[in-house]
Nanobody, 114 residues
Framework: QVRLAESGGGLVQAGGSLRLSCAASGRTFSNVNMKWFRQPPGKEREFVASINWSGGSPSYADSVKGRFTISRDNAKNTLYLQMNSLKPDDTAVYYC???????WGQGTQVTVSS
């Protein structure tokens, strides 16, 4: 079964950092572009960042540019999101996604306190 599993979320104070991981299993994801999305409480899911299959061409939402970094380790079949200078507005459930496969993880909660 092909699946994605996020981890690394938690409660952090404003200005702090977290690193999210997304472990892929069931097939290799080394040839698949990947994305991070988030869904703030009471709002729709929104794009956060994307990266191509080889780890290049990172792209970010304006709201996280300069603070978040997307990366991947294809040898470990794992996607990452390094989040620095966190703000309360970053509070959301974070999801990883393989668009071409139509696969989503179950999400990990990030809560940033002021």
């Amino acid at each position: 079964q092909v699946r994605l599993a996020e981890s690394g979320g938690g409660l952090v104070q404003a200005g702090g950092s977290l690193r999210l991981s997304c472990a892929a299993s069931g097939r290799t994801f080394s040839n698949v572009n990947m994305k991070w999305f988030r869904q703030p409480p009471g709002k729709e899911r929104e794009f956060v960042a994307s990266i191509n299959w080889s780890g290049g061409s990172p792209s970010y939402a304006d709201s996280v540019k300069g603070r978040f970094t997307i990366s991947r380790d294809n040898a470990k079949n794992t996607l990452y999101l390094q989040m620095n200078s966190l703000k309360p507005d970053d509070t959301a459930v974070y999801y990883c996604n393989a668009p071409i496969l139509g696969i989503w993880g179950q999400g990990t909660q990030v809560t940033v306190s002021s």
